[in-house]
């Protein structure tokens, strides 16, 4: 760890949440500060301009940064106040924050050619947009942190370069310098080439709305109407899908046999959860009815964009609220945690619905298997109940 003074992009945000500038601001009790609220507010300005000047720059030490901020000692920032912002900007940073490697063969087969983004985590601002095949998405980020070897490993060459590779470079050096990594997000993907220019302008649209759709500055109606609508069901198909899951999707094998009795959780937000994260969406109210509650150390699968995410055994269950929403019925929270040799065999595996029966995943999310149903003439399944499992070993 080292420690580092960082001008962040939202500067003039992360000043006024500080409780010492808002005292700067209000009082003069700070030390060597002016009696008057507007000369306060005036060299408040004055810091925050030359802030604004050097937002999203890393300093190595405190004099660097107050040197190149404040111009060093004299100037009309009074030292109370450098002092103070001073404060705000400095943080600890790992030495290197790891890039990623060289895409598996499989992938780059899969991936074709696409568009791609990549993203300042400081603030979520896409630094560039490019296109390419294989490993083109990341040969910027290597280029401007001297990792060659990853590039004659992925057998890629450096960006040529151009104004637009040169201040993406500078831009991706300062993430990294600030102790922050980049984020790699694939916009569009598998494109072929169209004789129908009204498909080839729908796959341009799809892939703007795609980039745009990673500046929605909150939750809730979208900024860009285009996102109107989008829910767990349509959000991989119409938002920028980060390459780490990308890799997932493509790398992944088809699952083995679901057990029976089981239950299928389709939670499209796990896709961008944690291990606990992806244990905590689970835990909301079902529609868990009588059978499934009935049988011990129920198998519980969690799917997210038809990835396995997590697998658990239910050993018990608990009443919510009734509600209207749900006509009604009581739904119920399961309790247990983690099976690791079913997790082992299952995530990061592909289950789709078909393997269940179903052409889709319900849009309640719950899809139960608790019987083998065999067909029989007429296409009526014919259902024969389970063996009941053991329960898990404590």
């Not at 490993?135 to 104004?163: C, D, M, Q, S």
């Not at 980060?242 to 009795?261: D, F, L, M």
């Not at 009443?319 to 929403?325: D, K, S, V």
Request: hydrophobic share 40%; net charge neutral.
């Amino acid at each position: 760890m080292r420690t580092v003074w960082t001008v962040p992009l939202n500067i003039a945000q992360t000043l006024l949440e500080s409780p010492e500038i808002q005292m700067f601001l209000t009082s003069n009790e700070l030390p060597d500060t002016a009696d008057d609220p507007r000369q306060r507010l005036s060299e408040f300005t004055l810091a925050l301009g030359a802030l604004a000047r050097n937002s999203g720059r890393t300093f190595g030490s405190v004099d660097a940064a107050n040197r190149e901020l404040f111009g060093g000692s004299a100037g009309a920032v009074p030292v109370s106040l450098r002092l103070t912002v001073l404060r705000a900007i400095v943080t600890n940073v790992d030495d290197r924050t790891p890039t990623p490697g060289p895409l598996q063969k499989n992938v780059i087969d899969q991936l074709g050619a696409y568009v791609y983004a990549i993203v300042d985590s400081r603030d979520r601002s896409i630094l560039y947009v490019g296109t390419g095949r294989a490993n083109r998405i990341f040969t910027l980020t290597w280029t401007a942190l001297g990792e060659t070897h990853k590039l004659e490993e992925a057998k890629e060459k450096a960006p040529v370069a151009t104004p637009e590779t040169e201040a993406a470079i500078r831009r991706i050096k300062a993430v990294y310098a600030s102790g922050y990594a980049v984020e790699h997000f694939i916009i569009a993907d598998a494109l072929h080439p169209a004789k129908d220019p009204e498909h080839t302008a729908g796959e341009v649209a799809q892939a703007v709305i795609s980039s745009l759709g990673l500046l929605e500055p909150h939750r809730g109606e979208p900024v860009l109407t285009n996102l109107a609508g989008t829910n767990e069901e349509s959000e991989a198909d119409r938002t920028a899908v980060p390459i780490s899951e990308i890799v997932r999707q493509y790398s992944a094998q088809a699952a083995p046999a679901p057990p029976t009795p089981c239950v299928v959780l389709r939670i499209n937000e796990a896709k961008k959860a944690s291990t606990e994260a992806v244990r905590e969406l689970a835990s909301r109210p079902w529609p868990a009815g009588t059978a499934a509650r009935g049988i011990d150390g129920l198998p519980i699968i969690v799917v997210a964009d038809n990835i396995v995410r997590g697998v658990y055994r239910a050993t018990g269950w608990e009443a919510g609220a009734r509600t209207e929403e749900n006509g009604g019925t009581i739904l119920y929270r399961f309790r247990g945690e983690a099976d690791p040799e079913l997790e082992k065999a299952f995530v990061n595996t592909r289950l789709t619905p078909d393997r269940l029966g179903l052409k889709r995943w319900p849009t309640s999310g719950w899809a139960p298997r608790l019987t083998r149903a065999l067909p029989k003439p007429g296409g009526h399944p014919v259902s024969k109940p389970a063996p009941r499992p053991k329960a898990p070993r404590s």
